[in-house]
């Protein structure tokens, strides 16, 4: 879904639900590659997950805090904040090392329990139109989701990046 046609907060929801998607079929994939394949295959999965996770924390996480519950919203971005760590950790390994495989099929398990939960405890809550705010988050997050002024090389780096240019928006 295009930006444009961003209207409401279940809008919002579509266009995150369909990125779980994309996730769950991308992630697996890096692990039938090797070498340099695996590598950008890891970057790439790296940039969507940083892009989508600031998103939703500048998003749909801070309207889960008052349409859902603090405790569901802050128990989303504790999963966000475990995932970044474990990406690092797999950042630091290599993509190559022999603990890769068991590590990032462990980080694949999670994001998929984490958007699990996304969906079923907070995303179906969601009511209302979206503020020029959010369609101009959207907007900035379809950017970068190219690649386009996403800065960084690390997961840290990249989802920090993310962050603050969303942050500009407000
Ligand atoms: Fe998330
Ligand atoms: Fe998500």
Redesign the pocket.
């Known amino acids: 879904m295009s930006h444009t046609e961003m209207n409401t907060a279940q809008d919002l929801v579509t266009y995150?639900?369909d990125?779980?998607q994309q996730?769950k079929d991308v992630m697996p994939k890096v692990l039938d590659l090797a070498g340099d394949e695996r590598q950008e295959a890891f970057t790439r999965v790296r940039r969507m997950l940083a892009v989508?996770?600031a998103l939703?924390q500048s998003t749909?996480h801070l309207l889960a805090t008052t349409e859902v519950s603090p405790e569901e919203a802050a128990a989303?971005v504790q999963e966000?904040t475990a995932a970044e760590s474990a990406i690092s950790d797999l950042e630091s390994d290599g993509a190559m090392s022999a603990d890769f495989e068991d590590k990032y099929r462990a980080l694949c398990s999670d994001v998929v329990n984490?958007?699990a939960h996304?969906?079923e405890e907070e995303f179906g809550q969601l009511t209302g139109d979206l503020t020029d705010q959010a369609k101009a988050k959207v907007a900035l997050a379809e950017k970068l989701q190219d690649g386009t002024g996403l800065m960084g090389a690390s997961f840290k780096d990249m989802f920090a990046s993310a962050h603050e240019q969303l942050r500009q928006l407000e």
Do not use: N
């Open positions: 995150l639900t990125q779980h996730v989508h996770e939703e749909v989303r966000e984490h958007a996304e969906e």
